[in-house]
């Protein structure tokens, strides 16, 4: 059997987000509502370095050694995961429906409601 990758420490100040390749039409898309499958849009998340860091090790080490994970990439693993939470959200907070179709969220983080 042969041994794991070993991690590498990224050197300070290093990367921590993540860039999502997507192919998507010129045209500005409707988030929700209709869905295609296998279709991909590029964004950047910024994550917490440690989880990023674990999501990464994880990714490589189930890519390499472990097929039957079916866990290939990073998105991988961090697409079931946001779809999952979603879900969570659209049950706690509508009714089990999906939350309203959006062109563009906002730039910047929303006001604070007090």
Known sequence: ??????????PTG?????????VVSDDDQVTGGDRQTGRRVQRTVNFDQEVLERARAA???????????????????????????????ERRYNGGAAFRPVFRMPPGRPARRV
């Not at 290093?14 to 997507?22: A, L, Q, R």
């Not at 990073?74 to 939470?85: H, K, Q, R, S, T």
């Open 1 to 10: 059997m042969t041994k794991p990758p070993e991690a590498v420490p990224e």
């Open 14 to 22: 290093g990367v921590n987000e993540i860039t999502v390749s997507v």
């Open 59 to 89: 990714a490589t080490y189930l890519a390499a050694y472990e097929a039957e994970a079916g866990v290939r990439s990073l998105a991988d693993i961090v697409n079931p995961a946001v779809e999952a939470y979603v879900a969570e959200l």
